[in-house]
């Protein structure tokens, strides 16, 4: 069974930290490229963060130097460690595996089911 599977949401005041964690099938996860995804309400569902298998990532502008990914290939788990919330991060993370190559601002591959973020003024 194809699966992702995303933990580690909740609600947070502005400036405070979560971590996402996200569990994914072996079948879809070595050598898959690995990513998070949001999208915030009336809005279209953007990149985060993304990671390769050999461990090279790539960041939102809007989130880069607070937030880190990381990918745990023993354990096939991809984090999110988010710092210095801003309530404009708040949306539903999503999770997400592709195989190499596709891009990061192609939507593609394989999706959990979300977890919400809400962080607070």
């Known amino acids: 069974q194809v699966q992702l599977v995303e933990s580690g949401g909740g609600l947070v005041q502005a400036g405070g930290s979560l971590r996402l964690s996200c569990a994914a099938s072996r079948s879809i996860f070595s050598g898959n490229e690995m990513a998070w995804y949001r999208q915030a309400p009336g809005k279209q569902r953007e990149l985060v963060a993304g990671i390769t298998s050999v461990g090279s990532t790539a960041y939102a502008d809007s989130v880069r130097g607070r937030f880190t990914i990381s990918r745990d290939n023993a354990k096939n788990t991809v984090s999110l460690q988010m710092n210095n919330l801003k309530p404009e991060d708040t949306a539903v993370y999503y999770c997400?595996?592709?195989?190499?190559?596709?891009?990061?601002?192609?939507?593609?591959?394989?999706w959990g089911q979300g977890t919400q973020v809400t962080v607070s003024s």
């Open positions: 997400n595996s592709r195989r190499p190559g596709i891009g990061w601002r192609t939507e593609y591959g394989y």
